[in-house]
Antibody
Framework: QVQLVQSGTEVKKPGASVKVSCKASGYTFTGYYIHWVRQAPGQGLEWMGW????????DYAQKFQGRVTMTRDTSISTAYMELSRLRSDDTAVYYC?????????????WGQGTTVTVSS | DIQMTQSPSTLSASVGDRVTITCRASQSISSWLAWYQQKPGKAPKLLIYKASSLETGVPSRFSGSGSGTEFTLTISSLQPDDFATYYC?????????FGQGTKVEIK
């Protein structure tokens, strides 16, 4: 079945970096953007950016420019999101989700989420 | 960036009620709007795309309408499984933004 499976829980110290993976299965990986969305405890959804797995092109929310890097490895159908210079307010659940490249639409498949805790 | 504003932030309703949530965009987004449902501890679920198209498998009691800057999500007869938080999201621009969410709670 179509699914996105993310890597496990991370605990990091302020100033460190975290890299979260998102493995796709059940569909053509290069046919869908992968978006990253985060949710701080008790807060709403915040879009971070996307990567086009076919071209490697990316677009990042202005808030995260310079701190986030999204990459992919098409050989293993996996996308990655790396966030650097972590702060306590980066503590959140990070989700990956897909949208079709050929036709704009909503995020129809989501990963299970990865909890990232930033604490000294 | 395009700002999305939902109202109300919280809504108290009973099973069987008709519920309407509004989402306003800071500039026209045509019909490039999606609605999601999220339950505690779970990933969001796509309900509606292109403002009014029902995602496969979503019950027909959910409907969406609107275009330009004002949109609504309606639940025609609220069911116990519908108590959750709902988010709108625009996708006219490469940079996507979500509304702040509307929590539907039991009255």
């Amino acid at each position: 079945q179509v699914q996105l499976v993310q890597s496990g829980t991370e605990v990091k110290k302020p100033g460190a970096s975290v890299k979260v993976s998102c493995k796709a299965s059940g569909y053509t990986f290069t046919g869908y953007y992968i978006h990253w969305v985060r949710q701080a405890p008790g807060q709403g959804l915040e879009w971070m950016g996307w990567i086009n797995p076919n071209s490697g092109d990316t677009d990042y929310a202005q808030k995260f420019q310079g701190r986030v890097t999204m990459t992919r490895d098409t050989s293993i159908s996996t996308a990655y999101m790396e966030l650097s210079r972590l702060r306590s307010d980066d503590t959140a659940v990070y989700y990956c989700a897909r949208t079709r490249i050929a036709a704009a639409g909503g995020m129809d498949v989501w990963g299970q989420g990865t909890t990232v805790t930033v604490s000294s | 960036d395009i700002q999305m504003t939902q109202s109300p932030s919280t809504l108290s309703a009973s099973v069987g009620d008709r519920v309407t949530i509004t989402c306003r965009a800071s500039q026209s987004i045509s019909s490039w709007l999606a609605w999601y449902q999220q339950k505690p501890g779970k990933a969001p679920k796509l309900l509606i795309y292109k403002a009014s198209s029902l995602e496969t498998g979503v019950p027909s009691r959910f409907s969406g309408s609107g275009s330009g800057t004002e949109f609504t999500l309606t639940i025609s007869s609220l069911q116990p499984d519908d108590f959750a938080t709902y988010y709108c999201q625009q996708y006219i621009s490469y940079s996507r933004t979500f509304g702040q969410g509307t929590k539907v709670e039991i009255k």
